[in-house]
């Protein structure tokens, strides 16, 4: 399988479809917040709209020289599901279980520079006797100065079978 990260296109961004209503929906938010071309800035963004992904969303800090992407908070659906809580660590100290090798820090780097939207799809293995899809969207969020300093992203993930809920346990390595 291949990493399937790509950056939207600004024309494609008000009508862009995709599985996971999730995604569809922290991608509409941000548009609505969005200051004409520029990403909205993190004080646009009131988690209490949108209380009905919040359990997927992930807010990630951004620092420069050399880029990196700190996880500053993980929603209970992303923790519950991974079976790991990586709030307060950096994208490239953990190693995920993605079949697809995703650099989820390049990911997060591309949306920085770019100012704008990211979409993804990561497909897992939970125990190698199948292949399961993480659907993600990550969308930059600007500081007081103009320049991205944080991300809002979402995951949606295909539903393990009932047999691997007790089953499966975190493999993922710090």
Not at 42 to 50: F, G, H
Not at 87 to 108: K, M, V
Request: charged content about 25%.
């Amino acid at each position: 399988m291949r990493d399937q990260f790509r950056l939207l296109a600004s024309d494609e961004l008000s009508h862009f479809t995709c599985r996971s209503r999730i995604v569809e929906h922290l991608l509409a938010y941000w548009l609505s917040k969005r200051q004409g071309d520029r990403p909205p800035p993190r004080s646009a963004i009131d988690p209490a709209e949108l209380k009905p992904i919040l359990p997927h969303v992930m807010l990630v800090d951004f620092s420069y020289d050399p880029f990196r992407a700190r996880y500053r908070l993980v929603g209970t659906a992303v923790v519950e599901h991974t079976k790991l809580d990586f709030t307060n660590y950096h994208a490239d100290d953990i190693l995920f279980q993605d079949e697809d090798g995703t650099d989820w820090n390049e990911c997060y780097r591309q949306v920085a520079l770019a100012a704008c939207p990211g979409f993804g799809i990561s497909h897992w293995s939970p125990d190698k006797s199948f292949v399961q899809w993480t659907e993600f969207l990550l969308c930059p969020l600007c500081g007081p100065d103009g320049q991205v300093k944080q991300c809002i992203s979402v995951e949606e993930y295909e539903p393990l079978p009932d047999h691997m809920e007790d089953k499966f346990q975190a493999r993922s390595l710090f």
